[in-house]
């Protein structure tokens, strides 16, 4: 299995501030790479597909660059709704898998 | 689009829970769903998913023999269950469509059942 590494767990920041996630796979995975954001007692949603298509209705704030084996999900200007937690997962092949996420909260 | 999963669940060990995933019309026909859960202070997990139109499965070879994926034509509902519970399944199970079991994209999902496994 293509294992998935989100280097932080966790950061601290504030409104404003510009926020970069990086995600890391054992194994080149090309483009097929997707940033998910998940809030408790929420329904987790997709920010970004093929490492750097922003989904439709997604805020332009939200971006994402990489290929390969090195990934990289960055919010350029942090809002009070971003609070969450963030998820990389490769989609090259069976079986589909996540980094461990790295959640985002109030400095 | 929108998943509907069914309620909150507290289980004993070696049980088994059921929860439910109610689909559309259109999603049931062309799509698969899948099941992925998330254990408290862990990371996101695929577990298997369905295809109902051809009732095809795939399952992850870390729940092979514990987790049973099926559907229900006549309510569009795919359904996940999973068998000898233990405390290690206390997590949240999501489903989530994706467009086959190439390239597996997820996309939307369901807002999740708390399975809570204890004695």
């Known amino acids: 299995d293509i294992q998935m590494t989100q280097s932080l767990s966790s950061l601290s920041a504030s409104v404003g501030d510009r926020v970069t996630i990086s995600c890391q796979a054992t194994q080149d995975i090309s483009n097929y790479l997707n940033w998910y954001q998940l809030k408790p007692g929420q329904a987790p949603k997709l920010l970004i597909s093929d490492a750097s298509n922003l989904e439709a209705g997604v805020p332009s704030r939200f971006s994402g660059s990489g290929s390969g084996t090195d990934f990289t999900f960055t919010i350029s200007s942090l809002q009070p709704e971003d609070f969450a937690t963030y998820f990389c997962q490769q989609y090259d092949s069976l079986p589909p898998t996540f980094g461990g996420g790295t959640k985002v909260e109030s400095k | 689009e929108q998943l509907v999963q069914s309620g909150a669940e507290v289980k004993k060990p070696g049980s088994s829970v059921n929860i439910s995933c109610k689909t559309s019309?259109?999603?049931?026909?062309?799509?698969?769903i899948n099941w992925v859960r998330q254990a408290p202070g862990q990371g996101l997990e695929w577990m298997g998913g369905?295809?109902?139109?051809?009732?095809?499965?795939k399952y992850a070879q870390n729940f092979q023999g514990r987790v049973t994926i099926s559907a229900d034509k006549s309510t569009n509902t795919v359904y996940m269950e999973l068998s000898d519970l233990r405390s290690a399944d206390t997590a949240i199970y999501y489903c989530?469509?994706?467009?086959?079991?190439?390239?597996?994209?997820?996309?939307?999902w369901g807002q999740g059942t708390l399975v809570t496994v204890s004695s």
């Open positions: 019309g259109d999603t049931f026909s062309h799509y698969v």
């Open positions: 369905i295809l109902p139109s051809f009732n095809t499965k």
């Open positions: 989530a469509r994706s467009t086959g079991f190439q390239r597996i994209l997820f996309d939307p």
